[in-house]
Protein backbone atom coordinates (compact mmCIF):
# COMPACT_ATOMS: atom_id res chain seq x y z
CA UNK A 1 0.00 0.00 0.00
CA UNK A 2 1.03 3.04 -1.17
CA UNK A 3 2.11 5.95 1.84
CA UNK A 4 0.05 9.52 1.19
CA UNK A 5 2.50 12.35 1.57
CA UNK A 6 1.20 15.24 3.57
CA UNK A 7 3.58 17.79 3.07
CA UNK A 8 6.48 18.13 0.61
CA UNK A 9 9.75 18.15 2.52
CA UNK A 10 13.22 17.60 1.33
CA UNK A 11 16.18 16.30 2.94
CA UNK A 12 20.41 16.78 1.83
CA UNK A 13 22.56 14.42 1.59
CA UNK A 14 23.90 15.38 5.41
CA UNK A 15 20.34 15.23 6.90
CA UNK A 16 19.81 11.67 4.91
CA UNK A 17 22.90 10.36 6.29
CA UNK A 18 21.61 11.24 9.50
CA UNK A 19 18.35 9.55 9.50
CA UNK A 20 19.79 6.60 8.25
CA UNK A 21 22.30 6.52 11.04
CA UNK A 22 19.03 7.24 13.73
CA UNK A 23 17.08 4.16 12.01
CA UNK A 24 20.01 1.97 12.08
CA UNK A 25 21.05 3.04 15.56
CA UNK A 26 17.48 2.29 17.02
CA UNK A 27 16.87 -1.01 15.04
CA UNK A 28 20.00 -2.26 16.67
CA UNK A 29 18.58 -1.24 19.79
CA UNK A 30 15.76 -2.51 19.51
CA UNK A 31 17.36 -6.33 17.91
CA UNK A 32 19.40 -6.08 20.83
CA UNK A 33 16.43 -5.41 23.54
CA UNK A 34 14.47 -9.11 22.28
CA UNK A 35 12.17 -7.73 19.84
CA UNK A 36 9.94 -10.53 18.91
CA UNK A 37 7.99 -10.52 15.66
CA UNK A 38 5.51 -12.90 14.37
CA UNK A 39 5.48 -12.14 10.30
CA UNK A 40 6.99 -10.48 7.74
CA UNK A 41 4.92 -8.46 7.42
CA UNK A 42 4.69 -7.28 11.25
CA UNK A 43 8.18 -6.67 10.51
CA UNK A 44 7.73 -4.56 7.59
CA UNK A 45 5.41 -2.47 9.27
CA UNK A 46 7.54 -2.14 12.74
CA UNK A 47 10.61 -0.66 10.36
CA UNK A 48 8.17 1.32 8.47
CA UNK A 49 6.38 3.30 11.58
CA UNK A 50 9.98 3.41 13.06
CA UNK A 51 11.60 5.29 10.05
CA UNK A 52 7.76 7.38 9.83
CA UNK A 53 8.63 8.75 13.20
CA UNK A 54 12.15 9.73 12.64
CA UNK A 55 11.12 11.42 9.54
CA UNK A 56 8.52 13.07 11.14
CA UNK A 57 10.50 14.48 13.86
CA UNK A 58 13.61 15.28 11.59
CA UNK A 59 10.91 17.28 9.86
CA UNK A 60 10.83 19.62 12.41
CA UNK A 61 14.03 20.37 12.48
CA UNK A 62 15.81 17.82 14.51
CA UNK A 63 18.78 16.29 12.85
CA UNK A 64 20.32 15.01 15.76
CA UNK A 65 21.28 11.24 15.52
CA UNK A 66 20.95 10.66 19.03
CA UNK A 67 17.43 12.53 19.63
CA UNK A 68 15.86 11.14 16.46
CA UNK A 69 16.91 7.72 17.57
CA UNK A 70 15.24 8.26 20.89
CA UNK A 71 12.01 9.43 19.23
CA UNK A 72 11.78 6.96 17.01
CA UNK A 73 12.08 4.09 20.06
CA UNK A 74 9.42 6.64 22.17
CA UNK A 75 6.81 4.81 19.59
CA UNK A 76 7.92 1.80 20.57
CA UNK A 77 4.77 1.02 22.90
CA UNK A 78 2.07 2.06 19.81
CA UNK A 79 4.02 0.11 17.38
CA UNK A 80 3.94 -3.36 19.95
CA UNK A 81 -0.13 -2.87 19.77
CA UNK A 82 0.86 -4.74 16.32
CA UNK A 83 1.26 -7.95 17.88
CA UNK A 84 5.32 -7.20 18.48
CA UNK A 85 6.03 -9.01 21.58
CA UNK A 86 8.87 -7.64 24.07
CA UNK A 87 11.05 -9.17 26.87
CA UNK A 88 10.58 -8.46 30.43
CA UNK A 89 14.17 -6.70 30.06
CA UNK A 90 12.56 -4.70 26.76
CA UNK A 91 9.51 -3.71 28.40
CA UNK A 92 10.80 -1.94 32.04
CA UNK A 93 13.87 -0.20 29.43
CA UNK A 94 11.50 1.34 26.95
CA UNK A 95 8.14 1.65 28.40
CA UNK A 96 9.86 3.82 31.99
Not at 40 to 63: N, V
Request: proline fraction near 3%; aromatic fraction near 8%.
Amino acid sequence: MPHQIERKFAFGPSALDDLARAFDSAWKELSAQGVEMNSEEQLRCIRTKLAQRIMEYATEGEHGVGHLKEFGLQGLPHLCAHGVRLSKRSRRSFLS
